[in-house]
């Protein structure tokens, strides 16, 4: 003890002489948040990060205040320490940019939490549990000269990844990846993970996101994001680093891509491009109608009757791609965001530009059950499509005072788009008479402009827990689309008289919509654990549809108004909603509690018929959630949410299209709305030590007074109406449940996941009443491992799937399946690499389908690293290498099983060569 006590004395004298030369400092205040005490006289130690050597020591005050000055430039750690309590750790640095820290609040817990808290301490504090965030330190795990985020995060405990780089954290699925809190690029995690480099990390922290408006009142809406950020070191925000890679291989398959990166202090600078025919499309593009990029609360929820009317396949291609045809993609996009003003303002900018060409060849083959017997039809498809892109979107938020922020966003979308399609089918009754055969020629050119800008402000008021925020969105589309459509449609009796009916036509498609939205919440604490949120809302939405369809007086001359398949629709739409919601929380316990309703009243004319029809209606949302923490990383969650589903134009008044010539709806103006109780269960838990993760999730929902279909099948023509449901209760419920831990004794963690399913649903099938039911299950096995050298991954399970109609169960699609994947990656002396992975499938024959399906794909490469720091890559990839890949699905809805093949890309072999790049913090880095 009095070495001790010289020790410190020493050091303390030292500090004193050498004040005038070392201007560094540090301060803080030493707190419990949980009892709100102030820590008086706690113990502050200061040691050297290199060896742990006190260099530093002091007290707090009476307060829980303290201060240290006359500290070096260098790098530390922080140990705090109080009877009772658990010991605070954590790392800083002082040098010439950083010369004071202010640590603020330090929340220190009791010894009765410390599982909850500090769970590792290795090397610099491994992992930490800080409330809600599990944080990775990242300097505690090997990583190889340019290895990515994404071989970094497969050596954190509870996250895997998968080989196309999708997420799973503690059984989570994690859809959205942070860099330094801040969006990057927005709609693709893999940007960040298979980009950016691993040794720019200090720390990755996985937490769930909660949104605007929960994070700002602290009232918990039950609206959570699975989230990683990835906390970059501070001497890695200055340089620029990138990559170039490009590939050419056999069947004139090839890829290429360059990423370019530039960070300097609060900026960040990113330029990609990409372009390719082996699948690779490049960024995600949401076009959907966020209002403002993200914020939840800015939509009036609750089911709304908008105008319709798209079901004409003249509309062109979304740009959508599900694997299905051969693609060939080129994308670019550049990507700054910036804060100033002591980070009181910030600005997050994307620009994206694309075009996509997708060659189809599809086959679809499917059984209608009838109650006097079933109807097969075999269709060929054969399409050409191409969309050309363009998508600038910015947000400025910036804090006005310290109560009240504010956060603007906008973007805007331009699109071009072609479709050239061609089909052709044939119909067949049960004892393989002929019933129909139709042919269809489609070629059509679209544009379409969108723009939504939203505002999201909050205020916090004088009273503690009382605020209030404001949303305001404004969203305007225009769509333009015309082309030729053509079919010629032959239906045969039972009696073998056949029907024709020739189609020729021009279509010129013209559709407005502008939507205003705006929501207005206010917070009132009653108590100090109940909240009462209350929220008033206001929306419009005017929309145009002026859709015509021409005969052709001469060949080629396409002039004569076809009334019969022509519209002309104004509608508007007015909504008032309003909605009061409980909030209590105390210790370990949140629930929310209350409903919303709004009233809608709509209007739409039709000018070319004269009609109009108006409609008002009210929508009841009642919602429950309940949520127990019994500790940071274990919690059960039950909710429950209900709404009211109105009809659709389309089934009350529906638009008369003739592009399918054996599909004619037709409406019911007598609808009823549905009403929906949804239900859904949840229990996680989490244990860092022992790796092990438990996921269990429940969902339940039923409808009263659903809305069916009712259709009636004459020769392979089907009249389709929307009817309410009497005396039955359609119902679908989905479980799923997961456990993974480490397996000391192999050194793998194991994974157990059952996941099963299924529906009841009922519809009329020519006036007689129809039940079908559906459910699915399958458990599945998984081990994996990760070190330096190797990296290794394998699942596999059966699967069960069953599809049954009352009216013919003799024709049910059931069986046994399973499928599997496998992952393995070797690094081998002299800098070369092995990797492959692969995945089996088997979907069984049914008494639908005599024949099963069975497929292996395998895809393997490897190659050969240069230089000092592995910054030169050749690579040989080889892709489906069995040649197997072949598209299929096969599912069932209603009274109908489909079976669908098409083209994918298949076996070919490719070079590559990859050059990564980098000067970052200040200093090249040479070979």
């Known amino acids: 003890m009095k070495l ?132 990775f330190n990242a300097a505690s795990y090997s990583i190889q000269p340019n290895d990515k985020v994404e071989d970094l995060l497969k050596k954190l405990p509870g996250i895997q990844i998968d080989k196309d780089g999708k997420i799973t954290a503690q059984g989570k699925s994690v859809p959205k990846v942070l860099v330094d809190g801040e969006e990057f690029f927005g709609d693709d995690p893999t940007l960040v993970t298979k980009n950016l480099r691993a040794d720019m990390v200090d720390k990755v922290q996985f937490y769930e996101k909660s949104s605007d408006q929960a994070a700002f009142t602290g009232v918990d809406d039950g609206q959570k994001t699975p989230t990683i950020n990835i906390k970059l070191k501070e001497d890695m925000k200055k340089g620029y680093f990138g990559k170039v890679d490009a590939g050419y291989g056999t069947d004139n398959f090839y890829q290429a891509q360059l990423m370019f990166n530039l960070f300097k202090a609060k900026q960040k600078l990113a330029v990609y491009g990409t372009s390719g025919n082996n699948g690779k499309t490049g960024l995600n593009w949401d076009d959907s109608n966020k209002y403002g990029g993200g914020n939840s609360n800015m939509e009036i929820s609750g089911d709304m009757i908008f105008f319709s009317g798209d079901d004409d396949d003249i509309d062109g291609w979304e740009g959508q791609y599900y694997g299905e045809g051969i693609p060939k993609a080129n994308n670019g996009g550049v990507h700054y965001d910036t804060k100033w003003r002591g980070d009181k303002e910030s600005l997050n900018t994307n620009y994206k530009i694309g075009q996509m060409d997708v060659r189809l060849k599809k086959n679809t083959i499917s059984q209608d059950n009838l109650p006097q017997g079933v109807n097969i039809s075999n269709t060929d498809e054969a399409s050409d499509k191409s969309i050309f892109r363009q998508k600038l979107d910015a947000t400025y938020t910036i804090k006005l005072d310290t109560t009240s922020n504010l956060k603007v966003s906008v973007d805007g979308t331009l699109k071009r788009s072609s479709n050239e399609s061609s089909a052709s089918s044939i119909s067949r009754r049960g004892d393989g008479s002929l019933q129909n055969t139709s042919s269809s020629d489609n070629n059509a050119d679209g544009t379409e402009q969108l723009f939504n800008i939203s505002a999201f402000y909050n205020k916090k008021l004088k009273k503690v827990g009382r605020n209030f925020s404001i949303n305001l969105s404004q969203r305007l589309n225009k769509k333009e689309s015309d082309g030729f459509f053509k079919s010629d449609t032959r239906v045969i009796d039972e009696n073998g008289l056949p029907t024709d009916k020739h189609v020729d036509q021009f279509k010129d498609n013209n559709t407005n919509i502008s939507a205003f939205t705006s929501n207005f919440t206010y917070n009132e604490p009653i108590s100090k654990f109940l909240s009462l949120v209350l929220n008033y809302g206001f929306s419009v939405n005017n929309s145009t549809s002026d859709r015509k369809s ?162 009636n099948t004459t020769n392979g023509i089907s009249v389709i109406q929307a009817v309410n449901l009497g005396g039955k209760t359609p119902m679908s419920y989905n479980l799923y449940g997961g456990l993974s831990r480490k397996l000391k004794f192999i050194g793998m963690d194991a994974g157990l996941n059952i996941s099963a399913g299924g529906n009841t649903g009922y519809s009329y099938i020519n006036n007689e009443f129809n039940k079908t039911t559906s459910s699915r299950f399958g458990p599945r096995l998984s081990l994996s491992r990760y070190n330096d050298k190797f990296e290794f991954n394998i699942g596999f399970g059966p699967s069960y799937n069953a599809q049954e109609a009352s009216l013919q169960p003799e024709r049910s699609n059931k069986g046994w399946g399973s499928n599997g994947s496998t992952y393995i990656k070797v690094i081998l002396p002299k800098k070369i690499t092995l990797q492959a992975d692969g995945e089996y499938t088997y979907t069984p024959s049914s008494k639908f389908v005599n024949t099963s399906f069975e497929q292996t794909i395998i895809n393997a490469s490897i190659s050969k690293s240069f230089f000092k720091k592995e910054d030169l890559k050749l690579m040989l990839k080889g892709n489906d290498l069995l040649n197997q890949n072949r598209g299929f699905s096969r599912n069932a809805s209603a009274n109908s099983i489909v079976q669908t093949s098409y083209n994918n890309i298949s076996r070919y072999f490719m070079f590559s060569l990859v050059w990564d790049f980098s000067k970052m913090g200040g200093a090249p880095q040479k070979n």
């Open 4 to 135: 001790i006590r010289l020790a410190i004395l020493l050091v303390m004298c030292y500090s004193s002489a050498a004040y005038a030369q070392n201007p560094f400092a540090i301060k803080g205040t030493v707190i419990d948040s949980a009892g709100n005490n102030k820590l008086h006289y706690a113990t502050i130690s200061i040691l050297n990060a290199k060896d742990s050597t006190l260099y530093k020591f002091t007290r707090a005050s009476n307060t829980g205040s303290f201060a240290i000055e006359n500290m070096k430039k260098g790098n530390f750690i922080l140990l705090l320490t109080y009877p009772e309590y658990a010991d605070y750790v954590s790392t800083f640095s002082l040098d010439s940019a950083k010369t004071t820290i202010d640590f603020k609040a330090l929340n220190m817990k009791s010894k009765a939490k410390l599982l909850n808290e500090v769970i590792i301490r290795g090397q610099g504090a491994a992992i930490k549990i800080k409330g809600d965030t599990t944080e």
């Open 550 to 711: 021409f005969n052709a007086s001469t060949p080629g001359n396409y002039d004569i108004l076809d009334t019969e398949y022509s519209n002309d629709f104004e509608a508007t739409q007015y909504t008032n909603q309003g909605g009061a919601i409980f909030n209590y929380k105390k210790g370990k316990t949140v629930l929310g509690f209350g409903t919303k309703v709004n009233s809608v009243h709509f209007d739409q004319y039709e000018a070319i018929a004269n009609n109009r029809y108006k409609r008002s209606f009210f929508n009841w949302l009642p919602q429950l959630n309940y949520q127990y923490k019994f500790s940071a990383q274990r919690a059960i969650r039950f909710g429950y949410n209900g709404y009211m589903q109105q009809p659709t134009i389309d089934q009350l008044q529906p638009i008369k299209v003739n592009t399918n010539p054996l599909y004619q709806p037709i409406g019911n103006p007598n609808l009823r709305p549905s009403f929906s109780s949804n239900f859904n269960l949840n229990y996680s838990s989490y244990k860092v030590i022992s790796n092990q993760s438990l996921y269990i999730s429940g969902y339940f929902s039923f409808t009263n007074n659903a809305i069916v279909n009712n259709t």
